[in-house]
């Protein structure tokens, strides 16, 4: 269990030996190195002098007889994502398959589109590529790369599009051809998503620099920006960025979901911070179980990202609930915990902006509260009779006092899920922002500017919450379903069943039905005003 220390004078929370003996060192404390590094010197020279089957520097503009041929095998959302994005860049020689059941639907759609020719298998897809994508969840993959690998062109650039990339790594390492040149990807967004500006990754494994020069230009059309890492710092990254970010998310739906709840129609969760919480909620749900189920369950940093976030959760209500009932002394050591996690997680931010040395703080990530106000599903609820509203809760000394207080329109609550996520990176010694230039994702992204609104606002949005979790009770009950969900959910990861997963996710995905729609078109949205906005930021910052 974690404790507070005395530290002369002052106390200050910190996470105890049990809590630090799994944290996952930020990106930013060691450097990035190829996975080339790794093979033996013969290996590398081999590589290195390997051919490929086309010129590096072609382009959509070459004529057709220069230019690569692009299998897609796969053809799920991404898979026709890549199709139709490449298609319309003007690669016109795209040989793309699914399942075999599937053949006569993938001709058929493809039936007037010159660029993108449906084939039967992975067989002919592979034997007659230039560049080979692989758009297969990773609990297939191998299987997948074991039936089609042996078919692969000589002297072809082979990728993947897994979300977890050690058993694509293992695959394509035993089911490859010696010949053939290991270029892997991965475009760390949504089929639905604008891939303009996003992070794309990419993966030079084991293959020459004219092959990954060729896959850059291949690749170019979708307009996102390269991030180079290997195998293993990919998952990395993508553990930091999304496991825990997607953990918060499922919790929050299946909470609603076992409390038989829209909080949005209700006005309890109605505008600002709730308006993006509720919308990116749905929009996972609104997708397939095994984007989400791969990563949780074949990447080690995710299951014990996904763990401490179950026990911040766990802890910080226990601390509510001790501080709420109790006498100061409770009170303060849960209001010292989650100022604890602030200056791990924002200390940093707010000090290269504050120390006096000329640094200048980095523009937040969330649009206005105003402004999400416009995503919302739910109306905002108008500034009501003092008579429609709640009995005030006591107020302590270091409260905000009614003035303020944010508008009484957002309701304060204790904002628990940003409370246990802000705790789990502090926990876990995971630096946030280390990411935002490297592989943020759109989730990413938002809920990082969410968690910033709420932690580093000068309205107090934070001392609001802190008294909300103390002294207000009529949240406790939604509170104690997010616990319940976010344990749930870890313990789900840990069996490492992809079926359990699938039965949870699906359970909760039901609850949801009919409202998926609305959503998608509102989230997207949302997502595209947030991106534009951290597109204008990081080219300002010279980051882009």
């Not at 390492?173 to 303009?196: N, W």
């Not at 080690?300 to 100061?328: C, D, W």
């Amino acid at each position: 269990m974690s404790v507070l220390l005395e530290t002369g004078k002052s106390e200050s929370y910190r996470p105890s030996s049990a809590s630090t003996s799994t944290s996952i060192s930020p990106l930013a404390t060691s450097p990035l190195t190829s996975s080339l590094s790794t093979q033996d010197d013969d290996d590398k020279a081999y590589y290195a002098s390997l051919p490929i089957n086309t010129a590096q520097n072609v382009t959509p503009a070459s004529p057709v007889d220069a230019q690569p041929t692009i299998g897609l095998i796969g053809m799920g959302a991404m898979g026709r994502m890549y199709a139709r994005h490449l298609g319309d860049a003007g690669w016109s020689k795209i040989n793309v398959c699914d399942i075999p059941e599937k053949y006569e639907q993938l001709k058929a759609d493809y039936a007037s589109n010159q660029n993108i020719h449906a084939m039967r298998d992975g067989h002919a897809v592979a034997r007659s590529s230039d560049f080979i994508v692989y758009s297969v969840e990773a609990e297939f993959i191998e299987k997948v790369v074991a039936q089609y690998g042996p078919s692969t062109k000589v002297n072809a650039i082979v990728a993947g599009q897994t979300s977890v990339k050690a058993p694509e790594k293992q695959a394509f390492e035993k089911h490859l051809p010696r010949d053939v040149h290991i270029v892997s990807c991965h475009s760390l967004h949504g089929p639905t998503v604008s891939p303009l500006g996003q992070p794309l990754i990419l993966i030079q494994h084991r293959g020459s620099n004219a092959a990954l020069s060729l896959v850059e230009n291949i690749l170019r059309p979708l307009r996102s920006r390269h991030v180079h890492l290997s195998y293993e710092e990919h998952d990395l990254v993508t553990a930091n960025t999304q496991a825990v970010t997607h953990a918060a998310f499922l919790s929050m739906g299946t909470a609603w979901a076992a409390a038989k709840s829209y909080p949005w129609e209700q006005g309890l969760y109605v505008g600002g911070i709730e308006t993006a919480k509720v919308n990116l909620t749905l929009r996972i749900y609104a997708n397939a179980w095994h984007v989400y189920a791969g990563l949780a369950i074949l990447n080690p940093a995710a299951r014990v990202q996904i763990e401490r976030y179950a026990t911040s959760a766990t802890e910080l209500f226990k601390m509510m609930l001790e501080g709420g009932n109790g006498g100061e002394e409770a009170k303060r050591r849960f209001r010292e915990r989650v100022e604890w996690a602030r200056d791990m997680v924002f200390g940093g931010v707010v000090r290269d902006s504050s120390d006096g040395s000329g640094g200048r703080r980095r523009r937040p990530i969330l649009l206005s509260e105003d402004v999400l106000d416009r995503f919302s599903l739910g109306k905002t609820p108008a500034l009501r009779d003092k008579t429609d509203l709640p009995p005030p809760s006591p107020v302590d000394s270091s409260s905000p006092t009614e003035s303020q207080r944010p508008p009484s329109k957002y309701r304060p609550n204790s904002h628990l899920s940003l409370l246990a996520m802000v705790d789990c990176w502090a926990h876990l010694y995971i630096n946030p922002y280390t990411h935002l230039s490297l592989a943020a994702t759109p989730l990413f992204r938002l809920f990082l500017g969410v968690a910033e609104h709420l932690f580093l606002s000068p309205t107090n949005l934070l001392s609001a919450s802190i008294h909300s979790a103390l002294y207000d009770t009529w949240h406790r009950s939604d509170d104690l379903e997010f616990v319940c969900a976010a344990r749930g959910w870890s313990q789900c990861v840990s069996f490492g069943s992809f079926e359990v997963y699938r039965r949870r996710f699906e359970e909760t995905r039901g609850f949801f039905e009919g409202r998926f729609e609305e959503v998608g078109r509102v989230g997207a949205e949302m997502i595209k005003a947030v991106m534009e906005s951290e597109i204008k930021r990081e080219e300002e910052e010279g980051i882009a």
